[in-house]
């Protein structure tokens, strides 16, 4: 079908899913207790959001009509955060609260529990993505968080961030039905570029080896063999075995170059590249990745968008694929090698 049909068709869609949630009938209140009343003022808002990838959909969506305040910052890391005192008062001085769930902020459950108990809205994004996309962690049995990773999959943490929003500021309801097709747009432009990039890379050096398993759902999306020292939790070790059993997977498929994260210690991903040199065969650190934080505020890599444009780049240059060196946009500060 014709994108510019579908898009008037997706805003429709959307609207009416609006619509039936503001009459109570879609889902279940996001807080404890009894349903949040709906904003009653006329200025600004606060919102507050767990980490960078969900502020920045925030951002998108609600534009003017709230102020939106992000908690965990760039090179920091989700799963081992613990809430500081100043980010209790925050919480309990939010308007809204959206968070990601899947156990992604595990050490904050208890604050975000006690914000909902409150009675304000307290949302996590994941609740609209559909069981069939998330990735199953068969070790830890529990599913994977790291959503963004797939823009797709993302889309519908905007459609869930509209719906809240919506639910809480109801007159201004198509602004941010509005703000969310604008950005579900410049998605679909981010997955297309992915999807090119990503098929110009040789199959056989079509492999992601990272610090840990953050990587499931680009995976899934592109076709690419995913492998990390840690599970999908940077809590979890990495065992010596763990370490050379990757060192063999990495030497008999020639994989060409690993990657480091930006959250995450860079220790063993460089014992891979020691170890496999041992055994003979030269693999390169290809870059340094945005997993579970973006880049720095205020810079393109510190935008949703600019974090999965770097990683695509950055990874698909490594393994030998086709991109351009400053990304879909020309924009990566650091052009990829």
Known sequence: MNQTRTRPLLAAGLLGSIIFALAGCDRAPASAGSAPAPHAGDGPYRIVCTVGMIADIVRAIAGDRAEVVNLIGEGVDPHLYLASRNDVVQLMNADVIFYNGLMLEGKMT?????????????????????????????????????????????????????????????????????????YRAELERLDAY?????????????????????????????????????????????????????????????IPAVFVETSVTAENVEALVEGARHRGHEVVIG?????????????????????????????VRALGGSAPPGGMQGRLAEPAS
């Not at 108990?117 to 994941?126: L, Q």
């Not at 939790?233 to 763990?242: H, I, L």
């Open 110 to 182: 208890d604050v975000l529990i006690k914000a909902a108990r409150t009675g304000k809205p307290v949302h996590a994004v994941t609740e609209m993505l559909d069981d069939d996309r998330y990735v199953m962690n068969t070790e830890q049995q529990h599913f994977d968080p790291h959503v963004w990773m797939d823009p797709r999959g993302w889309m519908k943490a905007v459609d869930a961030v509209a719906l809240a929003l919506a639910d809480f500021d109801p007159p201004y309801a198509e602004m941010y039905v509005s703000n969310a097709m604008r």
């Open 194 to 254: 992915a999807r090119e990039a990503f098929a110009s890379v040789p199959e056989p050096q079509r492999v992601l080896v990272t610090a840990h398993d953050a990587f499931g759902y680009l995976g899934r999306a592109y076709d690419v063999t995913v492998r990390g020292i840690q599970g999908i939790s940077t809590e979890s070790d990495a065992g010596v075995r763990d370490v050379n059993e990757l060192i063999d997977f990495i030497v008999t498929r020639r």
């Open 287 to 315: 870059g340094s990745l945005f997993s579970d934080a973006m880049g720095r505020a205020g810079t393109y890599e510190g935008t949703y968008i600019g974090m999965i444009d770097h990683n695509v780049t950055t990874i």
